[in-house]
């Protein structure tokens, strides 16, 4: 167990639909990030949030959106479902906004998008 | 734009035999990392390089930065089947005050028996 939990590990839906993923960082990690794994276009960076607040966006689709809550875990928010969002979403967390250590993943949610 | 790119992106190789894996990036960096991921796992950070010449090794993994070449590497020595698994390089870079860590394509391990 890395520390980072994310739910749910798998997410079956249909194309339109809106699905919400959670992350829940490491204890005492104030940064979560965002990635998005898939076959044809490998480990892609989504959004950064620190301390509760946006600190830097990637490949995000306008479809996507995220926040950091209070208690510093993250929803990433995935609408109008399209059959290329299947993919593994990762989330990862640090200490600080440029880490040292690198980052520690979660297990992921793996989308299908049906 | 960052852009860092893996060579090669698949290597099968037999057990007890060395091999090297590339890390190539676009622009200048102030950090590089190695990550581990087995097959629908998540990824394990192996390797975090913060300085031009700066080596860290773990076992049979050694990775290397020269940053001046913009170019890391990752050498396996005496490979043994538990290290199948795929290896990415990502590279840290600052902008406009935000701080982008981009990975690169990966490369897939296959130690045979």
């Known amino acids: 167990d890395s520390g980072v939990t994310q739910t749910p590990k798998h997410l079956i839906t249909a194309t339109g639909q809106r699905v919400t993923l959670r992350c829940s960082p490491r204890?005492?990690?104030?940064?979560v990030y965002w990635y998005q794994q898939s076959l044809d276009q490998g480990l892609q960076f989504l959004i950064q949030?620190?301390?509760?607040?946006?600190?830097a966006k990637g490949n995000i689709l306008e479809r996507f959106s995220a926040q950091q809550f209070p208690d510093l875990h993250s929803e990433l928010n995935l609408s109008s479902l399209e059959l290329g969002d299947s993919a593994l979403y990762f989330c990862?967390?640090?200490?600080?906004?440029?880490?040292?250590?690198?980052?520690?993943f979660g297990s992921g949610t793996r989308l299908t998008v049906v | 734009e960052l852009k860092v790119e893996q060579n090669p992106l698949f290597l099968s190789m037999q057990e007890g035999k060395n091999y090297t894996i590339y890390c190539n990036y676009s622009?200048?960096?102030?950090?590089l990392y190695w990550y581990r991921q087995d097959p629908g796992k998540s990824l394990e950070s192996l390797f975090v390089?913060?300085?031009?010449?700066a080596v860290k090794q773990e076992g049979r993994l050694m990775a290397s930065l020269d940053t001046k070449a913009r170019l890391s590497t990752l050498h396996i020595t005496a490979a043994v089947h538990d290290l199948s698994a795929t290896y990415f390089c990502?590279?840290?870079?600052?902008?406009?005050?935000?701080?982008?860590?981009?990975f690169g394509t990966g490369t897939r391990l296959k130690v045979l028996a």
């Open positions: 990862a967390s640090s200490s600080s906004d440029r880490s040292d250590y690198g980052y520690t």
């Open positions: 204890s005492g990690d104030l940064s």
């Open positions: 949030y620190y301390n509760g607040e946006e600190r």
């Open positions: 622009t200048t960096s102030d950090r």
């Open positions: 390089l913060l300085s031009n010449g």
């Open positions: 990502a590279v840290a870079r600052t902008t406009s005050g935000t701080y982008k860590y981009i």
